[in-house]
């Protein structure tokens, strides 16, 4: 608003709109176990903390969670890592750990060095939100919430214009999805700049980490981010304008979307027979680690149907498993109403 405020107002402010956020959107019901992706960076540890900060304001009667994923990113996710684990002691809360090497058998270090630096955040985006969601299911979570602000939805409409992707424009705007049809997913900064949520995160003396990923200078998102800022700086208001036009913006009906199945391999949501995360570990097992992201001699690499003999690669556990668990745990939870809920072990398989 260009308002000038001192620094109280400008928490109760912030916190305030995440709170609207989170209520005209009816993101929770009361008693949800929900799990906050952290990374350690600004936008994560800032959300933690307001999510506890609102939680106990406005007695939401959420059951919070830290859920964090170990890409395998050498000097950069183990130092961020350390972040989460002092934010959790900090905010007494509990962490759950699961990383790309225990799901897939994979770090993202084996895959940029067999792969290269170009395409490989295609690898970890595709990794990292199944890897969200088979740690909620480890943990029978009803929601997750990410840090994603209102910078990144901008730029990712930007994104999948520029890309002609109308599948994902249509669902990129949205505060609220379903992730493998089990769990919810949802952003409550998606109106929160970037620039309040480093203010806050800077005021508040939040103890983050600020270094950037060691492979992001070559991610495609980068261009976006910059163009974005060139935008801002003519027409301030340029984020926010590119927000509600994406959720304006409205899809014909002879245009035929995509429908949503289950992975014939591993049971996740997907709009093909096989889900992305499958065919690109398959890629990297069979040494064609661009299969799935690139074209080769201008046909589309075959995918079969059923998995190839596997040597590095893990084999993914199957979602519908992963469900059952989660189901058992909640019958435990119930019988046990005396017990914190988070004293509960996970089965040997999830643990």
Known sequence: TGQRICKECFFYVFETEVHHTIVDNRLFN????IGIGASGGKDSTVLAYVMKTLNQRYDYGLELFLLSVD??????????LETVKRNQKQYELPLKI????????WSMDSIVEAVGRKNNCTFCG??????????????????????????????????NVLRG?????????????????????????KYAYEKEIVMYAYLKRLDYFSTECTYSPNAYRGYARQYLKDLESVRPSAII??????????????????????????????SNAVCKACVLLEGLERGIPKMGISKQSGQAVAVDAKPVCRGKTVEPVHFDQLRE??????????????????SIACPELCA
């Open 241 to 270: 304008d590119i927000i509600h036009a994406g959720e304006a913006m409205k899809v014909a009906e002879t245009v035929q979307l995509p429908k949503l199945t289950s992975c014939s391999r591993c049971g996740y949501i997907s």
């Open 325 to 342: 668990q989660a189901l058992e745990i909640r019958r435990l939870r119930k019988q046990t109403t005396a017990v914190p809920s988070d």
């Open 98 to 105: 699961v990383s790309y090497e225990q799901l897939y058998g």
């Open 30 to 33: 009361r008693g949800a176990r």
């Open 71 to 80: 890409e395998g990113i050498s000097g950069y996710r183990d130092d961020s």
């Open 126 to 159: 595709v990794f990292r939100r199944q890897a969200l969601d088979r740690g909620a299911l480890m943990l029978d979570l009803d929601h997750i919430v990410t840090g994603h602000n209102a910078d990144d939805v901008a730029e990712t409409i930007l994104m």
């Open 165 to 189: 992707d109308i599948p994902r424009l249509g669902r990129c705007t949205e505060i609220a999805t379903v992730g493998d049809g089990y769990i919810g997913r949802s952003k409550p900064f």
